[in-house]
């Protein structure tokens, strides 16, 4: 990995992933295993004029000998100045950006109850401060950056060494920095182009879609009336753009927390609390998951579906062409981030008040009677397949075909 790379990958993440502004704090998440990208996007940050930059750092394993040795009331108990310091991020206007760097199978062989235990008391703690960052009312954006472990997930083959640079440049290409382009002119061509495809999904304002193929799924999702297809760029509430993820190729909305039936097939496997749940299927009734199974990791699909009462209902359904170029690159990245701009996905658990016309203003109970479902979970899982058909229909009944064989034709 060159310095020039990684000079253009962090002034991405800073300049149109959380668009830092001049005299802003910037807040950045990241692993001890990505402190190069950590520290560039520091510099990165304060160039573009940030008033203060925070890494919070975060080890998985130190956080798993903390699920292994802490009692349960330590597990569970969050300290008052670490909720004080995200209120201080909030009052403060901070921008966020996140490095994602998943060590797969970190917290295999953990008892499942202690992590979903821990897990729930920190979403709990710092609710107000997700609620914050998911309405926008920040700028906010996740990207990535291989760890050996990840690497040599997605390219066991290969010496380690050597599958981090393959990771590297596949992740690179996917967020569209290579040596000799100018990324940041790329990007806004890219925000553009999916701009373009909201407004014409946007226009048909369908009242359901179905979805069908022949891996098994068969499903209609119902969206809430005056939805808002969205991807790419996104403005926060003080009217600043940024980009939420990058690399991006989805353009999604909110599906009616009580308008899902019939039978979805996962596509690809799907991480949760460091496990990967594979081949598993969920069948939905009146938005409900009343049915589900897995070839591998039941018992953490288990855990997902059961963590809250919006865990079991859909928060996002999200489209985009089999023919896309992370789908295109053949490579499964075992993350959300890249495989779910691979193919069409949903999303277990909270929606986006940004899917819905004025939701950002709404109160919860406002949002409820839309049919915005809540939880504290957000977990996105592929379905999408080459053999896709889709199917919108529209209030008054008119049938519109929007997929065909995996991709767009509309
Ligand atoms: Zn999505
Ligand atoms: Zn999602």
């Known amino acids: 990995m060159n310095q020039t790379l990684l000079e253009k990958y962090a002034k991405v993440a800073v300049v149109i992933g959380a668009n830092v502004q001049k005299n802003q704090r910037l807040i950045v998440n990241s692993s001890t295993e990505t402190k190069e990208l950590a520290r560039e996007i520091a510099k990165q940050g304060y160039l573009a004029g940030a008033k203060s930059v925070d890494i919070l750092w975060n080890d998985a394993y130190v956080s798993r000998y903390g699920y292994e040795y802490m009692s349960d009331e ?15 991020y909030v009052n403060e206007g901070a921008c966020l950006i996140s490095i994602a760097s998943p060590i797969t199978g970190v917290n295999e062989g953990v008892n499942p109850q202690a992590i979903q235990k821990s897990s729930v008391a920190v979403s709990k703690a710092i609710a107000f401060f997700r609620n914050h960052t998911m309405a926008n009312h920040t700028q906010w954006c996740v990207i990535a950056a291989p760890n050996p472990i990840w690497a040599s ?20 290409k996917a967020s569209r920095v290579t040596e000799n382009n100018d990324p940041v002119a790329e990007w806004n061509q890219h925000n553009a182009t999916l701009a373009s495809h909201n407004k014409i999904l946007n226009d048909y304002q369908f009242e359901s879609l179905h979805f069908k193929n022949s891996v098994g799924t068969d499903v209609v999702v119902s969206l809430v009336k005056n939805h808002i297809w969205a991807g790419g ?41 460091g496990n990967l749940i594979e081949d598993f299927y969920l069948i939905f009734k009146d938005g409900k998951v009343v049915e589900y ?48 701009n691979a193919s069409c996905h949903m999303a277990l658990g909270r929606a986006y008040p940004i899917n819905v016309q004025g939701g950002v203003n709404m109160s919860p109970e406002e949002l409820e009677k839309v049919g915005y479902n809540q939880s504290m979970v957000h977990s996105d899982f592929m379905f999408g397949s080459a053999c896709m058909q889709m199917v919108g229909y529209t209030f008054d009944g008119t049938e519109v075909v929007v997929f065909k064989d995996g991709n767009f034709v509309i």
């Open 293 to 340: 199974g897995a070839k591998k990791n039941q018992d953490t699909l288990k855990n997902l579906l059961t963590a809250d009462e919006g865990s079991s209902r859909l928060g996002e359904i999200a489209l985009l062409s089999h023919d896309s170029p992370i789908s295109n690159s053949g490579i499964l990245f075992l993350n959300t981030l890249f495989d779910e």
């Open 74 to 88: 330590e597990l569970t108990s969050i300290p008052e100045w670490i909720i004080n310091r995200y209120q201080f």
């Open 233 to 273: 760029c996104e403005h926060s509430s003080k009217g600043v753009l940024f980009n939420p993820n990058i690399p991006t190729e989805e353009t999604f909305t909110m599906p009616h927390k009580f308008g899902v039936n019939g039978k979805v097939v996962a596509t690809k496997p799907l991480e949760y609390q």
């Open 153 to 172: 997930k997605v390219f066991p083959h290969v010496p380690v060494d050597q599958a981090v640079e393959l990771l590297w440049d596949a992740i690179l």
